[in-house]
């Protein structure tokens, strides 16, 4: 683990204990701070550098590596050279800066995909944080010029969606996380609308199909990190247990035994636990996978969609093997691979710390297979890697470990933090929004007022957002959605900043020569050579030379 609670350079704390990604395990909505993440969201990228410049000095202690993890992958920097330099720049020192590293990446087959930063959220689905927080999430993406997702089930678990023999005819909470979006949306970034068994059913294609057209891209779901069954939440009304029953869902305990009942008057039940079907229960060969999948495929297309993507999970080789090559046949547009370490809005804790390949081993796995079928001289489908990423550098070395095959990186719980902290800040300074904004506080926090006390001193980046959008519209601007683009401004700089030390001022320059590992089994799972050994020939050249 590279993380302890405490980071005395940045002043930043974790409330809880933190994971690999950086972030607590348990990530609350009202939490004061201050994880490196919240205190991002306001300050952007002075959280970059040390604290109290000019009274100190800083050093790393991340020089012991232990077993094979991301944080046990270092990023090689270079003493000479340029690469990736955009139209109009020079090899002349005075272009060769980090803030002219361009950032700007595209994924997709037929129609290209751009995005201004190589991320995306994780899908954000019918989890009640989702809705609650979804105006600064899919407003704070769009104006950054980054894809959102909108997970399972929403339509789903909409108590006021209408259904006609079987399939939806009324969506308003689809259609209201689909419009937030789409409002401030400039051609960069997408919405992209994900689909389990139980949409497949309520005809959510369908209706997508026919109000939105190819301003969506539809994402068929194989899996995720966080667990190896169907998505969960938990609902308190016996009512609302009984109406996702009725939906065709399964919901443990039934609310319609007696026994339940008895016990729910009784307070003894309080909750009820909704869950999705297992999808491919049916396929019993990787044939019959393949086929089906390749039907579903075809199905999407005969509708219209012409940007199609699939999410796969933390499955073993064999399926993530499938996932590769069933997605470049198919020519999809997007493959994102989930590997454990993953968040989850809720899922079983003791599945999450037991199941599936960890995040770097299933993504350098990912990388070989993409390599194999590329020299078969198959068009591999562009990758986006998720499963506890959360700072600039695991950014980087994701997309290097993946290249040339990762085009975007996959961030869930880290990029709804600044959502969370924006409402809370909001509802603290104006008490009328509180409730509408889902606000946790009746006051800012000592982590927050430090920095001022308006949401013109709070914010670094809410100048660059009234920039963007007018003065007047600022009215319209949730702050998680301010909160979201400070964050994303600091990850973009630190990203900026270690490209330009690997001499990368490209995203598609970036590449697995711009890592080394930390020891030698993160060299031996990842095929990233050890750091001693890491153009050793090279420097054996230089001396014989």
């Known amino acids: 683990m590279r993380f302890s609670k405490n980071n005395d350079v940045l002043g930043t704390t974790n409330r809880g204990n933190p994971a690999e990604s950086s972030l607590c395990t348990l990530c609350r909505a009202d939490c004061q701070g201050k994880c490196e993440t919240f205190m991002s ?12 410049f000019g009274i100190v000095t800083a050093g790393a202690n991340n020089t012991t590596h232990v077993g094979a993890s991301y944080n046990s992958l270092r990023i090689q920097g270079y003493a000479y050279g340029s690469h990736g330099l955009t139209s109009g720049l020079s090899r002349d020192p005075d272009d060769c800066l980090f803030t002219n590293v361009s950032l700007e990446t595209e994924f997709g087959k037929e129609i290209k995909t751009k995005a201004r930063v190589p991320l995306m959220t994780g899908a954000l689905g019918s989890t009640f944080v989702a809705a609650k927080y979804w105006d600064s999430f899919a407003i704070g993406a769009s104006l950054v010029g980054i894809p959102v997702v909108i997970g399972e089930n929403v339509v789903g678990v909409d108590r006021e969606s209408e259904m006609s023999n079987g399939r939806i ?36 294609a369908e209706y997508i199909a026919d109000k939105y057209g190819n301003k969506c891209i539809l994402e068929l779901k194989w899996g995720q990190g966080a667990k190896d069954i169907g998505g969960e939440i938990q609902v308190t009304s016996l009512d609302y247990a009984k109406f996702l029953k009725d939906r065709g869902y399964l919901v443990d305990p039934d609310p319609y035994k007696e026994s339940v009942q008895e016990a729910f008057k009784a307070g003894s039940i309080q909750s009820f636990a909704r869950h999705s079907r297992l999808g491919a229960t049916d396929m019993g060969s ?23 993507s699939l999410k796969t999970g933390a499955y073993g080789m064999e399926e993530l093997a499938m996932a590769i090559k069933f997605a470049s046949e198919a020519k999809l547009d997007l493959l994102t ?30 990388h070989e297979y993409a390599a194999e079928l ?11 890697f998720a499963g506890g990423f959360a700072l600039e550098d695991s950014i980087f070395k994701g997309l290097a470990l993946g290249a040339p095959y990762t ?15 924006g409402a809370n800040i909001e509802g603290a300074l104006y008490p009328e929004r509180k409730e509408k904004v889902y606000g946790n506080w009746d006051e ?25 959008v007018g003065k007047e519209e600022m009215k319209n601007i949730p702050l998680g959605a301010i909160a979201l683009w400070t964050l994303t401004d600091k990850l973009g700089c630190g990203l900026q900043q270690l490209m330009a030390g690997a001499r990368k001022f490209r995203l598609d320059a970036v590449d697995r020569d711009d890592l080394f590992s930390g020891n030698e089994e993160t060299a031996r799972v990842t095929g990233i050579p050890h750091m ?14």
């Open 337 to 366: 691979i989930d590997g454990s370490g993953g968040g989850t809005g809720m899922s079983p804790w003791n599945m999450m710390q037991s199941w599936g390949v960890p995040s770097v081993h299933l993504h350098a796995k990912a």
């Open 407 to 421: 085009k975007m990186i996959c961030m869930g719980r880290s990029l709804m933090i600044p959502g969370f902290l």
């Open 169 to 204: 005819t009324k969506a308003p909470e689809l259609d209201r996380r689909i419009d937030s979006y789409l409002r401030y949306n400039d051609g960069y970034g997408a919405i992209i609308i994900q689909m389990n068994v139980e949409d497949t059913r309520n005809g959510v």
């Open 444 to 468: 800012l926090p000592k982590s927050v007022s430090s920095l001022g006390t308006s949401e013109e001193q709070i914010f670094a980046n809410y100048y660059q957002v009234q920039h963007k």
């Open 532 to 545: 001693i050994q890491a153009r050793d020939e090279s420097a054996h050249r230089i001396l014989k030379s």
């Open 41 to 52: 969201s306001l300050v952007g990228r002075k959280l970059l550098y040390p604290r109290s």
């Open 374 to 384: 590329a020299a078969q001289g198959e068009d591999v489908v562009d990758l986006s």
């Open 286 to 308: 990787v044939d019959g996978v393949r086929e089906s999948f390749m039907q579903s495929v075809d199905y999407l297309r005969s509708l219209g969609f012409k940007r199609i």
